[in-house]
């Protein structure tokens, strides 16, 4: 399936940043180290910031380094995930389950108990403290 790059009268061009449009919407990546939330270590919920989904619990985020903020679940199932085969690799992408923005990725060299890196850009996320 092919999606248009540059979808026209998209609602959420007019409610998001360019930045995050750019993210949650066109699939986009923060460049590390640049987001709010990569060494954050506030309490609190992480929420989907197009549609405030509950997404990310902080006792699950963890520093993996990546500049990117990282948890190693997801709350319940609100995330979804997808097999993505773009820029020539295979990864797995991680989606909001409510309005299907984008997150980020998943990896499967994340800490116990999972084993999982949920690999997530800041500007996908509202901390709710
Ligand atoms: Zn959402």
Redesign the pocket.
Known sequence: MRESLEPQNDPWKDKLTSDQYFVCRMKGTEPPFTGIYHDSKEKGVYN??????K?FSSDTKFDSGTGWPSFWESISDNVTTKEDTSHGMLRVEAL??????HLGHVFDDGPNPTGLRYCINSVSLKLEK
Do not use: P, S
């Open positions: 989907c910031l197009c549609c405030g989904a997404l909001c389950k409510n309005c299907g923005a």
